[in-house]
């Protein structure tokens, strides 16, 4: 039955398919050792929910599998017409992926409960307060980086996780983990802009740029400002040099110049952006990047 489901996420788009069940992650250690290092920075969230964190079944009563997804993001960086850019996660010119991913989700619980009677299923699209990245390798979908993001050999990257966990009594084949294939190449700590990337696998939150400019709602300084060259919105570096990522992509003008956004307010920019993965961060935090950078 799982091979349907396997094709069916074919035909959707995803990338991969991994499945697991629903257990102590692998890396959950390492996760509570980070938080002790207070390396999560201003983002308390990431301390809660520990329980669950742990033990993932927790959030779906009879849970008895998780289904893993990844699904691609362009290679292409959305820039502005003056030559600005955001990271290529938000694809601002597309409805936020959580709503997308969402639904091509949908259709594959309604295949699920159409094969499974009775069964329930929830589905996480970076929303919930699990592993999901350790899910992801626990179910063979691919490796961790030594820049912490999940790499698909063949594929790299760029991609949003998901994942359907439910009490289908599914047949989860057992898999070797793949383990990490980074080998001694360090591009993506040589190139971290703020030195976020401490050591291998170890990110400090605190000056990784992706949360100065989207989670941190602090003023950014000018030697932040500096260090975030032409990116207001995200960063893209350490992905950007990683050989796993062998497509190199192109430049797309997807945004309104630079000073067109600063004339926004926020009905204008709810217009634009309201659907967007830029709407969370809103209009005042991202003027206040721009302004950074732009000086």
């Not at 594959?108 to 009775?118: A, E, F, N, P, Q």
Request: proline share 6%; aromatic share 8%.
């Amino acid at each position: 039955m799982s091979a349907e489901i396997i094709q069916k996420a074919k035909d959707l788009g995803f990338l991969k398919i991994g499945f697991s069940i629903p257990e102590r992650p692998t890396h959950f250690n390492k996760y509570i050792s980070w938080l002790s290092g207070h390396k999560n920075a201003e983002m308390s969230w990431m301390e809660r929910h520990t329980k669950i964190r742990e033990d993932p079944a927790l959030l779906l009563k009879g849970c008895q599998a998780i289904i893993s997804l990844a699904y691609p993001y362009s290679p292409n960086q959305p820039i502005t017409p003056d030559g600005f850019n955001v990271s290529r996660y938000s694809q601002p010119d597309k409805d936020d992926y959580h709503q997308r991913i969402r639904t091509l989700c949908n259709d594959l619980v309604t295949l699920l409960k159409d094969i499974h009677k009775g069964c329930k299923a929830r589905i996480c699209v970076d929303s919930v307060p699990i592993l999901e990245r350790s899910i992801a390798y626990s179910s063979g979908i691919g490796f961790i980086g030594k820049n912490n993001m999940l790499i698909i050999p063949g594929y790299g990257s760029y991609l949003y996780l998901a994942e359907i966990m439910t009490t289908a009594p599914l047949d989860i084949p057992s898999v070797d983990p793949i383990e990490n294939q980074c080998g001694y190449c360090t591009r993506c700590l040589d190139s971290c802009p703020s030195g976020a990337l401490e050591e291998p696998f170890s990110l400090n939150a605190s000056r990784c740029l992706s949360y100065l400019t989207i989670e941190r709602k602090r003023h950014i300084d000018k030697y932040e400002g500096i260090m975030m060259g032409r990116c207001f919105f995200g960063c893209d570096k350490c992905q950007e040099v990683c050989p796993f990522n062998k497509e190199e992509g192109s430049r797309e003008i997807l945004l309104p110049s630079t000073d067109e956004i600063l004339n926004m307010d926020m009905v204008s920019f709810s217009e634009r952006f309201g659907n967007t993965a830029l709407a969370r961060t809103g209009i005042e935090k991202i003027q206040m990047n721009i302004r950074a950078i732009t000086g």
